[in-house]
T-cell receptor
Framework: GAGVSQSPSNKVTEKGKDVELRCDPISGHTALYWYRQSLGQGLEFLIYFQGNSAPDKSGLPSDRFSAERTGGSVSTLTIQRTQQEDSAVYLC???????????FGPGTRLTVT | QKEVEQDPGPLSVPEGAIVSLNCTYSNSAFQYFMWYRQYSRKGPELLMYTYSSGNKEDGRFTAQVDKSSKYISLFIRDSQPSDSATYLCASNAGNNRKLIWGLGTSLAVNP
């Protein structure tokens, strides 16, 4: 079946612009996660959705970052007024009842110039 | 101190070698231990999943957890060039808790 998909695969934006990153989880997966991965920094947790609600937003680095999930499916991560330090690969993952078994998308590579 | 520590490497071995990858963790409440593999420019994929202490084997891969020393290991037998990737360990305390990730170890298996 279809895996997790993310779009766009690459995004180059100018400092100060807003960007939207999209994640389509595996059908039927109720849990959805956003991570950020920078070179040499490992996976940085951003936010976790269970259905449409976000019980854990503790990883969002600033109020410029927000995320929503609609219909228990697609999720959008929005970064407002992008900064150069936002440049990273943004990964989305989904899981069903066993939350440790996460299925990742290919990521969106964001470059802020 | 990070809750999950992992040597980033890089680790370089000849084809056919036995590879040992390791992590340590500090939270004694951790019960679930995972190894993910990440190829370059791809998302991580789950390789091994272990609950509590003990060994788990899957083909050429063996995951080992020693809760007394808070030590997690992944062994790869008869390593292949296709095993070249970054290996991330992850753990959590329960099914409703977020995963805590190691930084990943970069492995290169040379033909």
């Amino acid at each position: 079946g279809a895996g997790v998909s993310q779009s766009p695969s690459n995004k180059v934006t100018e400092k100060g612009k807003d960007v939207e990153l999209r994640c389509d989880p595996i059908s039927g997966h109720t849990a959805l996660y956003w991570y950020r991965q920078s070179l040499g920094q490992g996976l940085e947790f951003l936010i976790y959705f269970q259905g449409n609600s976000a019980p854990d937003k503790s990883g969002l680095p600033s109020d410029r970052f927000s995320a929503e999930r609609t219909g228990g499916s697609v999720s959008t991560l929005t970064i407002q007024r992008t900064q150069q330090e936002d440049s990273a690969v943004y990964l989305c993952a989904s899981s069903s009842t066993r939350l440790q078994e996460q299925y990742f998308g290919p990521g969106t590579r964001l470059t802020v110039t | 101190q990070k809750e999950v520590e992992q040597d980033p490497g890089p680790l370089s071995v000849p084809e056919g070698a036995i590879v040992s990858l390791n992590c340590t963790y500090s939270n004694s409440a951790f019960q679930y231990f995972m190894w993910y593999r990440q190829y370059s420019r791809k998302g991580p994929e789950l390789l091994m999943y272990t609950y509590s202490s003990g060994n788990k084997e899957d083909g050429r891969f063996t995951a080992q957890v020693d809760k007394s020393s808070k030590y997690i290991s992944l062994f790869i037998r008869d390593s292949q060039p296709s095993d070249s990737a970054t290996y991330l360990c992850a753990s959590n305390a329960g099914n409703n808790r977020k995963l805590i990730w190691g930084l990943g170890t970069s492995l290169a298996v040379n033909p």
